[in-house]
C-alpha cells in the first residue's frame, strides 16, 4: 500500500458522510455498501439490476440503524453516458451534496485475444472506462464547487501488471490508473479533493459469473472454485481503511498477486519472466476448464 503518513478511523471519517456506490449490486460493491450502512454512512447505490439494489437495500436497514430515506436506489447504465448528468442531480436533489463516489461498476475478461471479436473490447472500455470516467466529470464538478470530496475507484492489480485472458481488460483497468492519476495532478488547487485508487487482485465475487469472452453473447461456463481468493469483506473493509486515509492507491491482495506486483514495480525482468511462466499455466488451466487463477495459488501458498 502507498500511504499518506496519517491514520483515520473509518468511523469517525465516513459516518454521516453521503457515499454513491456503483456496481452496488453484488461482489464489492454490495460488501462495501454494507459495512457503510454499520458505519452510519448516508448511501446512493447504483447498479443496472433495481430489484437486487432493493435487496441490498433491504439488507443495509436490517444491519444498521438507518433509515429508509437514508439509502437511494438508484438505477444505473455506466454505458449510457447521457444518463449520468441527471443521475448526479438525483442524488444531489435527495442528499443536498456527494461526499465520496466509489467507482466499482464493470466487468472482467476471460478469453484470448486471438479468439476474440473486437467488439468486446469496445465493450469493455465504454463500461470499465468510458462508462466511469463520465460519471466522475458531473460529480467532481460538484465536488470542486464544494472544494472537498473523495473519488475512489475500484482499479485492479492489472491496472499495474499485464495478464493472459483479459488483454481488453487490463487495458480498461491500465486506463483508469493513466487517467486518475493524471487527474490527481490537476487538482492541485482543491487539497481536500482525493483522488483513491483501489487495486484489488484475485477476491470471491460474482465478477467471475459476468465476465466478458470471445463474443458479447457468450458467458462463462466454468466459473471455478473462488475459495483461494480474498474473501470479499477483508477486501472491503481495506478499501475503506484506504479511503478514510486518503491513500492515493493501495493494493489488496494476498501473496503470490501481491509479490508480482512489487516484482512489476521494482524488478520488471523478473516480472516479465515471471508472468510468462504463470501465463502459459493460467491458459492451460483456462483450456482445461480449471480456473485460470486456481492452481497456480494452491501450488504457491
Same mark, same amino acid.
Given at each position: ?105 464493470? +466487468?472482467?475478461? &476471460?478469453?484470448?485475444? !486471438?479468439? $476474440?471479436?473486437? @467488439?468486446?473490447?469496445? =465493450?469493455? %472500455? ?107 469483506? +477483508?477486501?472491503? &473493509?481495506?478499501?475503506? !481503511?484506504? $479511503?478514510?486515509? @486518503?491513500?492515493?492507491? =493501495?493494493? %489488496? ?49
Amino acid at each position: 500500500m502507498v500511504h499518506s503518513g496519517k491514520c483515520c478511523d473509518i468511523k469517525n471519517e465516513l459516518r454521516g458522510k453521503v457515499v454513491w456506490v456503483t456496481g452496488a449490486s453484488s461482489g464489492i460493491g454490495e460488501e462495501l455498501t454494507y459495512q457503510l450502512a454499520k458505519i452510519g454512512a448516508l448511501l446512493a447505490i447504483s447498479a443496472r439490476r433495481e430489484d437486487e439494489l432493493e435487496r441490498v437495500k433491504k439488507k443495509c436497514l436490517e444491519i444498521s440503524s438507518l433509515s429508509e430515506k437514508d439509502i437511494l436506489v438508484l438505477r444505473l447504465d455506466l454505458t449510457d453516458r447521457s444518463s449520468h448528468e441527471a443521475a448526479t442531480n438525483s442524488v444531489l436533489k435527495h442528499f443536498g451534496k456527494i461526499d465520496v463516489l466509489v467507482n466499482n461498476g464493470g +466487468r472482467s475478461q &476471460r478469453s484470448l485475444f !486471438v479468439d $476474440t471479436n473486437l @467488439d468486446v473490447y469496445n =465493450a469493455i %472500455i465504454e463500461l470499465n472506462y468510458l462508462g466511469t470516467i463520465s460519471l466522475t466529470k458531473y460529480v467532481l464538478n460538484h465536488m470542486i464547487q464544494r472544494k472537498r470530496g473523495k473519488i475512489v475507484t475500484v482499479s485492479s492489480v492489472m491496472g499495474i501488471m499485464g495478464a493472459p485472458l483479459a488483454t481488453g481488460y487490463c487495458a480498461s483497468k491500465h486506463a483508469l490508473q493513466g487517467f486518475f492519476n493524471s487527474l490527481r495532478t490537476e487538482l492541485t488547487d482543491y487539497p481536500e479533493i482525493s483522488i483513491i485508487n483501489i487495486c484489488p487482485g484475485p477476491v470471491q465475487s460474482k465478477i467471475i459469473q459476468n465476465v466478458f469472452t470471445e463474443n458479447l453473447a457468450k458467458s462463462l461456463e466454468n466459473s471455478g472454485d473462488q475459495s483461494h481468493k480474498m474473501p470479499t469483506d +477483508r477486501c472491503a &473493509r481495506l478499501t475503506l !481503511v484506504s $479511503t478514510a486515509n @486518503d491513500l492515493k492507491e =493501495a493494493w %489488496i491482495s494476498d501473496h503470490p498477486y501481491l509479490a508480482v506486483c512489487y516484482l512489476w514495480q521494482y524488478a520488471p525482468t523478473w516480472a516479465w519472466w515471471l508472468m510468462n511462466r504463470m501465463g502459459k499455466r493460467r491458459i492451460q488451466n483456462f483450456k482445461s476448464g480449471v480456473d485460470a487463477d486456481a492452481s497456480y495459488t494452491r501450488k504457491n501458498k
